[in-house]
């Protein structure tokens, strides 16, 4: 008998369900006998108790089913330790609910903060597996988490539709991409998508060299520039800025978003007309793609084998297409964040996209 903890925790994702379907199945094909414990809105439900035994059935007909089951909610790891309104010190009550319902092990399904969270309990003694989820594919050990091919192909859709009626209508068109600190869900849709500039966190950008590509664009009578920018795209002049001084500029920051001030600086700059796009929450949403649902499957089997084998302490990722078991010491703390100097950087200039460095 195996009693088996799940919980999917901070931003949804596409492929959650498919993910814990493709656990339950493997599990259920391989074990006799297995309890399923499904916490509810994430590490919420494990510090208050708030569970649901499950079945099998539960899990059927959920692979194509965008969103998830168990409900998620974001509990910031800095907080973990802090007690909350009641006094109640978290750490000990995930401790004491897992211990409660006697559970061999506990499948945490989440980005990087969820991971680092689930690495502490790890050092607490909890028999843990993490599931790599993010849209923004920057989790360091893996070479790919589920929701990021799904989020790819949105926002690709997203600025194919731009295509058209920048085109028509002559204009420079920013669509901002979700992506705070790393830009690998822009990159990729960027270049899918055809942009003409792409923006990233690891790249700063001055606003010199995006007019400096636009007008070259008009001088070879293109009408139009599409720009594909992060959520955390940053100009140089902020990069070199200390976390105070930054924390101090932003205090006074007029703009809903980054891209609201460089359309605002480029309308100034060259006098053309330039329009927002966000397709924000929609790049979580829906259906998870094929290749999302064949990588969750994948994920999934390999994580009912390590429950199975009593491996745990392990994120289970993708590395060069096989499925591994990396050490939550590894990875957890880390980020993935785009190589400057990597190879579909130099591609991606080579072919005339500007980066704005
Ligand atoms: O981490 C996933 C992510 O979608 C980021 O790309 C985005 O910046 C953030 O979450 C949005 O968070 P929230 O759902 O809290 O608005």
Same mark, same amino acid.
């Given at each position: 008998m195996k009693r088996i903890g799940m919980l999917t925790s901070g931003g949804d994702c596409q492929a959650l369900n498919a993910t814990m379907r493709g656990i339950v199945k493997g599990v259920c094909n391989a074990l006799d006998e297995v309890e399923l414990y499904g916490f509810e809105e994430g590490y919420k439900g494990l510090i208050y108790g708030n569970y649901r035994m499950l079945t099998p059935r539960d899990f059927? $007909?959920?692979?194509? =089913? $965008? $969103?998830?089951?168990l409900g998620s909610s974001r509990q910031p790891f800095k907080m973990m330790r802090v007690p909350d309104e009641? $006094?109640?010190?978290k750490v000990e009550a995930m401790k004491h609910t897992y211990h409660k319902l006697r559970l061999d092990c506990l499948v945490i399904l989440g980005g990087n903060g969820t991971q680092k969270t689930a690495n502490l309990l790890r050092e607490e003694g909890l028999n843990i597996i993490h599931m790599p989820k993010t849209?923004?594919?920057?989790?360091?050990?893996?070479?790919m988490t589920f929701g990021f091919q799904s989020a790819v192909d949105i926002a690709t859709d997203c600025i194919d539709c731009i295509h058209t009626t920048a085109a028509s209508h002559g204009r420079v068109f920013i669509v901002e991409v979700m992506g705070h600190k790393v830009g690998q869900l822009t990159l990729h849709a960027g270049i899918a998508g055809g942009a003409d500039i792409i923006l990233i966190p690891e790249i700063p950008y001055s606003i010199d060299s995006i007019c400096k590509a636009i007008e070259a664009r008009n001088k070879q009578k293109k009408g139009f520039t599409i720009l594909a920018v992060a959520e955390g795209a940053i100009p140089k002049e902020r990069a070199e800025m200390s976390k105070k001084d930054l924390k101090k500029f932003m205090?006074? /920051? =007029? /703009?809903?978003t980054v891209s609201y001030e460089i359309a605002d600086q480029l309308t100034k700059r060259l006098g053309t007309e330039v329009r927002v796009t966000v397709p924000g929450h929609t790049q979580r949403g829906g259906s998870p793609c094929p290749y999302d649902r064949v990588l969750s499957t994948r994920l999934g089997a390999a994580a009912a084998q390590a429950i199975v084998d009593d491996a745990y302490g392990c994120m289970i990722g993708i590395v060069n297409g096989e499925c591994q078991r990396i050490p939550l010491e590894e990875s957890a703390g880390k980020l993935k964040f785009v190589d400057p100097n990597s190879s579909i950087i130099s591609e991606a200039k080579m072919i005339g996209i500007s980066f704005g460095d």
């Open positions: 059927s $007909g959920i692979l194509t =089913k $965008g $969103g998830t089951i009641n $006094g109640l010190d849209i923004d594919n920057d989790i360091w050990g893996t070479d205090e006074t /920051y =007029k /703009y809903p």
